[in-house]
């Protein structure tokens, strides 16, 4: 009995308990406003993991949504300057 009821628990909630996170509500605020910006967005949605439920306008519908629980992820593209190379140079974190 003390072997089988740990052996138990491991199968139930191994298979019951999933850490996986999907559609994550997510809020954007889409500042490049290009072609490029759009396919982040798609592909991001499309894997799953983020779930669009709002695009915004200003910085401050991102807080009001946070703040509100209408969102719990918020993704911002700054805008990108004419003059910057998009292929081969290193993304920027902020």
Request: no cysteine.
């Amino acid at each position: 009995m003390g072997f089988l009821m740990p052996v138990l628990l491991l199968l139930i909630f191994g298979y019951a308990i999933s850490l996986d996170v999907n559609d994550i509500a997510t809020i954007v605020l889409d500042l490049d406003r290009s072609s490029l910006s759009r396919e982040l967005v798609t592909d991001l949605t499309a894997s799953g993991y983020f779930k669009v439920v709002r695009h915004a306008e200003h910085h401050r519908e991102i807080g009001d949504a946070l703040d509100a629980g209408a969102a719990r992820v918020a993704l911002t593209i700054p805008p990108v300057s004419p003059g910057t190379s998009t292929r081969g140079g290193r993304p920027h974190s902020r």
